[in-house]
């Protein structure tokens, strides 16, 4: 699904949606919010800014908890959620982007489909990469004085998200070398303040909750974000982030570096795919539909609240929220690459890294 037919779909299930309440209490009842990655992550930091807005906002008012099943990059978490039903509407599932790359990428290891869920709210975030102090000293706005650097990064598998900076490093000319394996980008955010990893990257609401900290007390130096997208599909500055210098910029600043071409058709229909429409809330297959309607009017009040736009920049940052009919436009959106840039990351990923998903 292209930008601009996201767009459109968005725009046309603004129009079919349905301004009556479901009717349905879950007083008394505790709704468990379970995240595929560790508890230090980005997708932690998410799940655990919405689940008390979402509690207050519920009819009833339950508990929301948020539990964590980490493994095999979220892929999981995720084939256990494939095979759970509904049950009284207490079951939430949250996905990130690096659960849907490898649906994207035909992993064998995928027995989920994302089609058999239900989508009620999605929301777009970014990403800050930064590197030690030593390295940030070398960095002028391009990666030129950087190419001579042997970079370690934690990462959770070249084929989870994480694939959108290891392209970018690359097409940069830079040396990174990842350590795969890692539970959840907030490890690898431990990796680099224990001084295991020199560079790393975090998601909007991992950078805000911990690393702006490393920043401001000089142990990082913030070196670009992947950018955000404006009607037209551009990718401008984070509006999360506007100091900083997205991707492309530094890339147009870089010797080598070009931003057209495969490697950036690619890497940008990975980005999409990726960070817009990057986290996703899910209820079970078979829910009925005044549960997810229900669930969707909590997440409609939530992003609606006066303090909302203040309360999300400082925790998960300044990002569209989809709820209803438009969290099922941006799901498709953000499960859906083009043939060209699936075909050329595979090739990529068995290059660099010997991973074989053909």
Do not use: H
């Not at 991992?206 to 007390?217: H, K, M, N």
């Amino acid at each position: 699904m292209t930008i601009k037919t996201f767009a459109a779909s968005v725009a046309a299930a603004t129009l079919l949606a349905s301004p009556t309440l479901a009717e349905i209490d879950l007083s008394g009842k505790t709704v468990e919010w379970v995240i595929p990655f560790s508890e230090t992550g980005g997708s932690a930091k998410w799940a655990n800014f919405f689940a008390p807005l979402l509690s207050e906002e519920l009819p009833g008012n339950p508990t929301v908890v948020v539990k964590f099943m980490p493994g095999a990059g979220s892929t999981k978490g995720a084939n256990w959620f494939q095979e759970q039903e509904y049950d009284e509407g207490t079951l939430i599932f949250g996905t990130s982007g690096s659960t849907q790359f490898p649906f994207l990428l035909d992993d064998p290891r995928v027995r989920y489909e994302y089609s058999d869920w239900v989508p009620v709210m999605a929301s777009g975030t970014g990403g800050v990469a930064y590197l030690n102090p030593k390295d940030g000293e070398k960095f002028d706005g391009s990666a030129n004085n950087l190419k001579d650097v042997d970079f370690i990064y934690g990462s959770q598998g070249a084929t989870r998200l994480d694939l959108v900076p290891l392209l970018a490093w690359e097409m940069l000319g830079m040396n990174v070398e990842p350590v795969f394996g890692i539970k959840g980008r907030g490890d690898g955010r431990l990796m680099f303040e224990r001084g295991e990893a020199t560079i790393d990257y975090q998601t909007s609401s991992a950078y805000l909750g911990a690393s702006a900290e490393l920043v401001a007390q000089g142990k990082a130096v913030p070196m670009m974000t992947w950018g955000a997208l404006d009607d037209a599909g551009n990718i401008v500055r984070d509006p999360t982030f506007p100091d900083i210098p997205t991707f492309k910029e530094v890339c147009e600043a870089t010797d080598g570096c070009e931003t057209s071409g495969e490697a950036w058709d690619a890497w940008k229909a990975f980005f999409v795919a990726g960070f817009p429409v990057q986290k996703i809330a899910f209820l079970p297959n078979g829910t009925p539909d005044d549960v997810a309607k229900t669930y969707s009017d909590a997440f409609d009040a939530v992003r609606n609240r006066p303090d909302f736009p203040e309360i999300a920049s400082k925790r998960v940052g300044k990002y569209e929220v989809f709820v209803g009919a438009n969290a099922k436009a941006a799901t498709e959106a953000g499960t859906t690459v083009s043939p060209e840039a699936k075909a050329f990351v595979k090739n990529w990923l068995q290059d660099s890294y010997g991973v074989s998903l053909k």
